[in-house]
C-alpha cells in the first residue's frame, strides 16, 4: 500500500478572524457549556458565544484532567509508565499500550514473537469495535434518544471486558503488553470464548445499523451538520475516523503495515459528505472491517511464546537514543516519542494524543451552526479527557 | 347485572347525594365527582410514571425500579416524598407571586380539561353542548403557565427555554385542532358524548370508531404526533432536553413545584390521550359488540394507558428534533396535510357509499404524503448515502 | 418512504422489551448484592502476601529485598527489614519484613508488584469490598492484614497456585540436590573444594508469572 500523496499547504495562523458575523443588533450572548454537563464526555469546557441560535465563537477550554502522566514518567521506569498508559484513553486502553511497547520495541531494536503480534492484533481490533460502538451510542444519547442505543453497546462492550478480565486480569486498566510481546499467554479456552464472542458481533452491528441508519430524524439531524473540508482536515493533522470521513484515505494501519497488519485483508472506508452522519458512519462500517480481521486473526492464529526470550523486566536500560512509535488507534493516530538516555527512566516522554489534535479543529466546524449542534459536532470528533489532558 | 357494574360510580354517586336535602344534591354531585377525578387521575399520574421507568428499562436491557414495594410500584411515592422534602428554592430577583402561581396553573388548568372527558357511560362530569372547543381553550393555557415559569426566573437560559417551548407548543396547536375538526365535521357536533355515541354504533360487531377510516387514521396520526409536541415529550422535548444548554423552562424549580410541574405534565398526557381517545378510538365504547359487558369505563382506560404506553415507546427509541426542524415539519407538513384532510374526510361522506371511495381516499392520502415527503427530504439533501472504500 | 426508518427503530425496541422478559441475552443486569455474577479466575484487585504452613510469621515467604517497593509505580509499599533472620521454605536463613505496608488507596493493581517479585511471596487478591468508614488508616494495610494462606491462593487462583507450587517444588528439589551433591562432596576426600554457599534461584527474569 503506498503511501498518500498529501499536499501540505501552509497557513496564516489559527487567530483568523470569525467566518461568521452576527446579523442583528444586541450584543452576543456568552455562554460556557461545561465543566458540568451532562454531553461533554468529561470534564471540559466551551466557551461559546451565541447569536440567536447561531455560534459566532468558539473556544474550548481543557486541562481540567491534567494528572502529569509526561513528567512522571520521566521520574520512573519504562515499565512503570506502561499502567499509566492505560489512563490515557481509558476506553480503549489495550491500544494505548501497544503504541507505548511499540515506541519502545524501536527504541531497543526488540523483536515480538508471532504469537503475541496475533494477540495484540486480536485485542487490538477488539478494542476498536467497542470504541466505535460506544462513540455511536453516545452521540445518540446525546441526541436525546435516552440511552437505549447506549445501552446496546454497552452489552457488547461487557462480554468483551469479560474476555478482557480473563485474559489480562482487569477490565480496562489492562497493563498487559510488554516490551517485546505480551505479559500472558491465551490459553485455548480463551480464544474459544473470544470466537464466540466475535461470532455474536455481526448480528449486534445489524441491529444497531437498523436501529440508526435510517431513521429519518437521525438523518435529519446529523446529515449537513458539522462539515471539514479534506484540505482543512489535513492542514490541522486530524487523523483517525475524523480524517477519513473527510474523504482523505489515509490508515496507519495500511501506511506504516506496523505489527502484522499487511497481512489480514480489510477495507478502508471514506466519506463523500465530510459531515457528522459521515463520520458515524464511517465508524460504523469500520466496526464490520473490524470484525473481518478479527475472524481472520483468530482462524490464523500460530501457537508459541508471547514475549521475547531476552527481554528484561527490571534493569531495563534502553541505549541512548530516540523513537517514535505510532499505531492506529481507534481515536486517530496515537503516537509516544521516547528520547533515552541509557539510563533506566526515559529523558523524555511524549505522548501524541489524537483527541487533542482532533479538538483544534472543533472551532471551525461549529462556526454558523445551532448551538444545539455544537453537542452533536463535539461528539462526533469522540475524544475522551483522559488522552487530551493527559 | 352488567349495567350496575358499568353504572356503578353513577349510582354511587346518587346514593350519597341522596343523604342531603334536595337544594345541596346538584352542588353535591359536582363535588363528588371532582373529588373522584381527583383521586383517579393522580394515581393514574403515578402508574404511567412507573410504567415509563419500567418500560425504559426493559427496552435498554435492564430492570427499572425493583426496590420500594413488589416491582418497584411505590417508586413514585418515594419520588413524591423526595421532592416534599427537598428545599424550595426561589431566587432573590425573581418574581415571587408569578414564580409561585406558575406550577399551579399547569396542574388547575389540565384537570380542567379532563372535566369534559367522557370517561363512561353517563360519566361526563360537565356535559357541554361544546366540549371539544372548552377542552381546547384549557390546553392553550397550559402555554400560559409555560411562559410564566421561563419569566418570572429572571434567568435568560430560562426564558430562551420557555420562549422555544412556546413557540413549538403555539405551532402544533393548529395541526392538533385541525385533525378535530375533521372528526367534528362527520359528527356534526362539537360535544364529546355526541362524537363517542356516533361511534358507538356496530356493523357486523365491528364498531364505527373513527380511526378505521382514511381520514380517520391520517388525523389521528397528525393528532397523536401533535399532542406528542404539545405535551413537551420526546421527540420534541427539546425545551427541556438534558443534554442541551440547560433544564429550560423549570431550572429555577425544586422541590414540589417541580413536582408539581412534573405532574402537570403526565396529567397533560394523560387528558390528551383521553381527547384523542374519545374523537377516534371511540371513548368508552367496546371493540366488538360482543364484548358489551365489560364496563365502559374499563375501556376508556384501558385505552388510555395503551396511548400513554406508545408515548413511552417513541421516547424510548427516537432522538429529539432540533428547534427549526420541529417548526418546519409542523408548518409545512402536518399543517398542509391536515387541510387536506379535511376535504378527504368531506369527499368520504358525499361519494355516498360503496368500496370505491374508501381506495380513493385512501389513495389520495398516500399520495400527497409520500409527495410532500419526497419534497421535503429532497430539498434538505437527506437521505440514506452509500459508501465507497479506498483502493 | 418517510417514516419507515422510524418504524424500524420502533420494532428494534420493542422486540428488546419483549425479550427481556424471556431470554437472559436481553435483561443483562443481576440484582447486586443478593445475587453476584461468579468471579473471574484472573481477575485482580489488591495483593496480598502468600505464607506456608498454619502460622502465618513463620511461614511468610516474603524476605523483604525491597524489590516491590522500588518497582511499584505510585509508590503505595513501605517495607521495613528486619534485623534478624528466619529460615524459609528451603531452610535457609532470610530477612523478613518488620513492616509491610500497602496504602490500598494509592494502590492501582497494576500487578508489576507480582511479576517482579523473585520469591512469589505477594499475589494479587479478588476482594474488592473493601470500603471502610476509616479514610486514611482502614485503607492502610499491615502486614499482618495483608498475610494470607496457600490455600487461600489456591482457592481464588487455582491455576496459577498450582503453577507456583510446582515452581517452588521445583526450586526445592534442586536445592536439596545440590545440598546432597555438596555434601556427598563434603563427606569425600577433604581436599575437593567446598561446596558454594546455596543461593535460592530466582524466577529467570522475562518468564511470566501471571
Redesign the interface.
Known sequence: MSAVDLKLERTEGWNRPPVVEPDGEGELLEVAMGPHHPSTHGVFRMDVALDGERVIRLKPVFGYLHRNHEKLAEGMSYLGSMPFTDRLDYICPLTNNWAYALAVEKLTGQQVPERAEYLRVILGELTRVMNHASAIGFLIQEMGASGTPLMYAFKEREKVLDLFEALTGARMMVNYMRFGGCRVDATESWLAGARKVVAGLPQFVDEFEQLLMTNEILMARTQGVGILRPELAINAGVTGPMLRASGVNYDIRKVDGYGIYNRFKFRVPLGEHWDVYDRFMIRLLEIRESIGILEQALKDIPTGPVMDPKAKIRGFRPKPGEAYGRIEAPKGELGFYLISDGGPNPYRYRIRPPSLINLTILEDMCLGQNVADVVLIFGSVDIVLGEVDR | MIATADQIFVLLQHWLVSFLPAVLQPVAAVLLSVVGIVAVFPTLFALAVWMERKGLGRMQNRLGPNRVGPFGLLQPIADGIKSLTKEDIVPLSADAVVHFMAPVVLVVVVFMGIAVLPIGRNMTLVSMDSGLLFFFAMGASTELSVFMAGWSSRNKYSLLGAMRGVAQMISYEVPLLMSSVAVVMITGSLSLDKIVAAQNQYTWGLPHWYIFTPWGLAAFVMFAIAATAETNRSPFDLPEGESELVAGYFTEYSGFKFALFFLGEYVGMLSISGLGTTLFLGGWSAPFSILGFVPSWIWFFAKVMLSICVFIWVRGTLPRMRQDQLMNFAWKFVLPLTLLNLFVAALLRILGDGWQRWALCSAILLLAYGLMARIGMYREHIGPRKYRYAE | ??????L???A???R??AG??VSAD????V?YPEQRIAP?????DFPFLVYDGADWEAGLRCVACQ?CEK???PQCIYIVKSTDKKPDYVGKQQFYPARFDIDISVC?????CV??CPFEAIK?DTEFELSTTDRFGGLLHDRKELAKSNEHYHKIHPTEALEVDARLAEEKAKTEAKAKAAAAKAAAPPGTAAAAPQKPVPAA??E?T?
Not at chain 3, 1 to 6: A, C, F, R
Not at chain 3, 26 to 29: E, S
Request: glycine letters at 10%; proline letters at 5%; aromatic letters at 4%.
Open positions: 418512504m418517510l417514516g419507515e426508518g422510524i424500524k427503530g420502533l428494534e425496541t420493542a428488546n422489551f427481556s422478559f436481553r435483561l443483562t443486569t440484582q473471574i479466575e484472573a481477575t485482580r524489590i518497582e511499584c509505580p492501582m493493581s497494576c500487578q508489576i511479576e517482579v494479587m527474569p522475562g511470566t501471571a
